[in-house]
T-cell receptor
Framework: NAGVTQTPKFQVLKTGQSMTLQCAQDMNHNSMYWYRQDPGMGLRLIYYSASEGTTDKGEVPNGYNVSRLNKREFSLRLESAAPSQTSVYFC?????????????FGSGTRLTVV | AQSVTQLGSHVSVSEGALVLLRCNYSSSVPPYLFWYVQYPNQGLQLLLKYTSAATLVKGINGFEAEFKKSETSFHLTKPSAHMSDAAEYFCAVRVDTGRRALTFGSGTRLQVQP
């Protein structure tokens, strides 16, 4: 029972480097999300995708881009990493049907930018 | 726009004592409300959710929460704390208009003393 899988689990980048965080879900969910978690601030929405082929900005989109490659995969790209992007990143997915679904979260990617 | 306030970033209780974690929400339309738990270095696990059915919601691990519209609250309780309950707890809100992503509170870290 995989659920939501994120890779990598840990990453150290130098300022200015780029990288892509990968996320895949196997629950056939339409909606996917990227959050970042910082101490004392809870989780803040970076981008979300309501369905395949659509993406929208969340609360803190600056410095990030996303791609909804297909229904399963939703990637987050940092084009030029900054120390302010040091954080734990969570991907999540959900499905709307009868009533409100739960949201399934991945185990996170811990990113450090030096 | 909806928002969530969690009162108390740290709560400490003795083993066997009542656990009360506070959550107040702000929403102009009927909300859906969630509580998640996060153990160290792990992802988020759903404890319970309110979806406009019964106002008293029972979740996993003996936790429950009561939706009080007049107080705009959704406090989490457990009658008797266990050492294994030590974790960070997040309250989250979602509404059915526009963006359907979760909006999180800043979290409450629960410490359980022997």
């Amino acid at each position: 029972n995989a659920g939501v899988t994120q890779t990598p689990k840990f990453q150290v980048l130098k300022t200015g480097q780029s990288m892509t965080l990968q996320c895949a879900q196997d629950m056939n969910h339409n909606s996917m999300y990227w959050y970042r978690q910082d101490p004392g601030m809870g989780l803040r929405l970076i981008y979300y995708s309501a369905s395949e082929g659509t993406t929208d900005k969340g609360e803190v989109p600056n410095g990030y881009n996303v791609s909804r490659l297909n229904k399963r995969e939703f990637s987050l790209r940092l084009e030029s990493a900054a120390p302010s992007q040091t954080s734990v990143y969570f991907c999540a997915s959900s499905e709307e049907g009868q009533g409100v679904s739960g949201y399934t979260f991945g185990s996170g990617t811990r990113l450090t930018v030096v | 726009a909806q928002s969530v306030t969690q009162l108390g970033s740290h709560v400490s209780v003795s083993e066997g004592a009542l656990v009360l974690l506070r959550c107040n929400y702000s929403s102009s339309v009927p909300p859906y409300l969630f509580w998640y738990v996060q153990y160290p270095n792990q992802g988020l696990q759903l404890l319970l959710k309110y979806t406009s059915a019964a106002t008293l919601v029972k979740g996993i691990n003996g936790f429950e929460a009561e939706f009080k519209k007049s107080e705009t609250s959704f406090h989490l309780t457990k009658p008797s704390a266990h050492m294994s309950d030590a974790a960070e707890y997040f309250c989250a809100v979602r509404v059915d208009t526009g963006r359907r992503a979760l909006t999180f509170g800043s979290g409450t870290r629960l410490q359980v003393q022997p």
